[in-house]
Every structure is written in C-alpha cells, then in structure tokens.
C-alpha cells in the first residue's frame, strides 16, 4: 500500500522537527542551515555545493561528485530519540546506479551499528536501510527496496519507526517492510549525509531536504506531514 503522499513543496520544520536541511541557496553556496534550530549549521565537506542547475520545486539542491563530498553535523543530546518513534526522509537523484553509495549514515565506524540507508553494493539500483543496536554483528533490520532505480529520476525517501514496524518508502509507496523491538545504537560522534563512516562509498548525484523528526510520518497534509 502506498501509506502516504509524497509531498509536492519543500518541506518544512515542525515541532517534531530535530534536522531540516534544505540544500537550498545561493548557486555554490557550501552553506548548509539547519532550520530546525537544534544546531545551525551542517559542515561542507569536499566540493559539496548548492546548485540551481537542477531544480526541485523551482529552488536548488545540493550536489555531490562522488569522491568525498558529504555534509556532516554533530552529535547533540537532542538526538537521543532512537528507541521512540521516528522517520528520517529526503530527496535525493542518482548520478549512478551502478556502484554502491551510501546516502545517510548514523553508525560506528566498520561495524552494523546504527542507522544507514544506501544502495548496497550487492543490489546497486535498490534504495536499502540497515539497523543496528549497540551490540550488533549483523543488522536487526535490513529492507531492500523492489523499485528499479533510475539515473536522473528525483526520488522522494522515507524511513519510518512506528513501534517495532518499520517500513521503507519511495515517492510514497511502500518498498517494504520489517518488525524488531532494536533500539539503533547512538553514534556520539556526527551524522553523515552523502557518504560512509569510512569516507568511501561516496554518492554521485543531487539531494534536498533531509528532514529527521520525532514522530512517525505517514501522512502528507497540506504542507506538514503529521
């Protein structure tokens, strides 16, 4: 079932709002506000830009070569919402979809600790999510998604935590599904965009919007989810 609406405007930050980070700008801006006001400013790493050159909602986005491009943000005591409901989303279209990339990386360095979402090496044209406690060998979840993904193609995402369902969409349908009561591991460091914790697997493409909230969205009304 598609369970929600993709949304159809930028997104914005509500009070369930920890993380919103448009990506939007000036053209080259390496900028990168976090409205939502828990920390200000995520960190541009390599040549990570905004770029008007391809447009979400007539605004910019943000654009990654591949090779160490990522923006990172630190650790806050606000982020200690993993074992409650939540739903990490955002937009993001591929360069590439032929070589793994990672898009979102909450995890300890090398291990299957923590929160991911990527395109597997195994399954490269797949959006997947991984998730891990703190005392993880292997992965307590792991969903793969069933769409093809397609170079040029600007995809909606969304990893949601409700209970102990947990569910993967793309552009609001469902890819699937898992249940587990894990509490994801809490990497103390920073939260990645656009690469791994290792610094290799880096994404080729343009991403907007990441958006982490407190509660799980699966609705899309007007212009805040709830």
Known sequence: SSGFTPPSARLVADANTLVLIPM????????FENIAA?????????????????LLYSDTVAIFDGTGDFINFPYRKNYNFLSGNFTIEYWF??????????????RDTYAEKGVV???????????????GDSNSSSYEV???GTTTLM??????VRLVKNGTNWKLYLKGISEGSATSSVVPYVNLSDIRFEIDRSGGDGFLGYAADLRITTIARNTYLNRIMD
Do not use: R
Not at 24 to 31: F, I, Q
């Open 117 to 131: 979402i990527y395109q597997d090496t195994s399954t490269p044209n797949k959006i997947k999510a991984s998730v």
């Open 93 to 106: 279209k591929c360069g590439s979809v032929s070589v793994g990339q990672v898009h979102f990386d909450w």
């Open 151 to 156: 170079v040029g193609t600007m995809y909606h």
């Open 24 to 31: 939007n700008g000036e053209n080259n801006s390496v900028l």
């Open 38 to 54: 828990i920390i200000k400013i995520g960190t541009a790493n390599g040549n990570v830009s905004v770029t008007n050159s391809v």
């Open 142 to 144: 792991s969903i793969t």
